[in-house]
């Protein structure tokens, strides 16, 4: 039998967490045959709340699940850790500036970056949920030095499958049957969902759809803003998909993308498209061997080109916030 896979999930009373914690305890993260110990990190109001979803851990009597560590100590719950999925943040309070905002977040970050740093396992896998993901992300890089850039990651495919469905519904085909979509950029409103290479079968789905228009601003803002769309319908924000897609990205990153298909990431910038190196930005990539490499060589057209510059920038703008909080 393998040995178990230690994963931390911080913020694991709240919404997300809830979600996520019974699906990574049945191996829809790590698979069917991967036992784990799961690692639940809070904050000591949410210890209670943690103690009880603890409990229903127990109760579920998951045969992967070797093992449930439930803490407020971030010392202790990122020891030994392999993946760290990183949900917990401050959240949007109504009237608190952007400022207040990332101030709040980017300390979150730094501490956990340096308890991660000295407690996880070598070649730990990271993967930022909370937002500002993609700026919370690079903060936990910075903070971080001693863990490889490529394994700090942030999460846009809850972005991703949200256009695999939008275009499923739109050409009522399977989503399944949906492939290579793009979100570039920033996990916020500026995101770039993109279509241009995406396939159904052999055929292109700009070919298919046939509505420019739509897919250049409806698809578009329907994705961007999905969100939104839930947190009005359920009067709380998306949990369950959001839960799904962070097992999706792991799943991806530590067993691989299928041949011909990519995903979308929010990585480490190596410039690649002309995006600005030393962001965390959204990429096509292809997983193998536990490691992601952004595809190269797509078109961009001019269209696609400004709304790439466009992202790039509000992130370059977020990093610039970030670091002012710093000093
Ligand atoms: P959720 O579990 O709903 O969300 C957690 C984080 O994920 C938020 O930052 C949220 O951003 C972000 N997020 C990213 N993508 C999505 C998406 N598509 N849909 C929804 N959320 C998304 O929040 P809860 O408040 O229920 O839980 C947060 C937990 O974190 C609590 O248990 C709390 O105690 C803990 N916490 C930890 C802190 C720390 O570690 N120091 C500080 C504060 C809280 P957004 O805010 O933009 O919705």
């Known amino acids: 039998a393998k040995d178990p896979v230690r994963v931390l999930v911080t913020g694991a009373a709240g919404q997300i967490g809830y979600a996520l914690v019974p699906m990574i305890a049945r191996g829809i993260m790590l698979g069917a045959d991967q036992p784990v110990i799961l690692h639940m990190l809070d904050i000591p109001p949410a210890a209670e709340a943690l103690n009880g979803v603890k409990m229903e851990l127990v109760d579920a009597a ?75 992300a690079l903060i936990l890089k910075e903070f971080a030095p001693s863990i490889p850039e490529k394994n700090i990651t942030c999460l846009t ?33 500026t995101q770039y969902p993109d279509v241009t290479h995406a396939t159904v079968g052999d055929k292109s789905v700009p070919e298919l759809v046939k509505d420019d228009e739509w897919l250049k ?10 969100g939104a769309a839930i947190i009005k319908a359920r009067k709380l924000s998306s949990a369950l998909s959001a839960a799904s897609s962070a097992c999706d990205h792991i799943r991806d990153w530590v067993c691989g993308t299928p041949e011909g298909t990519w995903v979308s990431m929010g990585v480490y910038s190596d410039g690649s498209y002309n995006v600005p190196a030393g962001l965390i930005y959204s990429f096509p990539v292809t997983c193998r061997n536990g490691e992601w490499t952004i595809v190269q060589g797509l078109s961009i057209d001019e269209f696609s080109r400004k709304k790439l510059d466009l992202t790039a920038e509000e992130l370059s703008e977020e990093k610039a916030l970030a670091y002012s909080c710093l000093s």
Not at 93 to 111: A, H, L, P, T
Not at 157 to 170: M, P, V, W, Y
Not at 172 to 184: A, P
Request: charged content about 20%.
């Open 217 to 226: 601003s409806g698809f578009i803002s329907t994705v961007q803003q999905r």
């Open 62 to 136: 998951f045969p992967l699940l070797k093992g449930v560590v439930a803490t407020t100590d971030a010392v202790e719950a990122c020891t030994g850790v392999n993946v760290a999925v990183m949900v917990g943040g401050f959240p949007r309070k109504e009237g608190m500036e952007r400022k207040d905002v990332m101030s709040k977040n980017v300390s979150i970050y730094k501490s956990q970056a340096s308890a991660l740093e000295k407690h996880a396992a070598a070649n730990c896998k990271v993967l930022v949920v909370a937002n500002p993901a993609n700026t919370n």
């Open 157 to 189: 495919r809850l972005d991703h499958n949200r256009a695999l469905g939008q275009i499923s519904e739109k050409l009522g085909v399977q989503v399944s049957d949906v492939k290579n979509v793009i979100i570039w950029g920033n996990h916020s409103s």
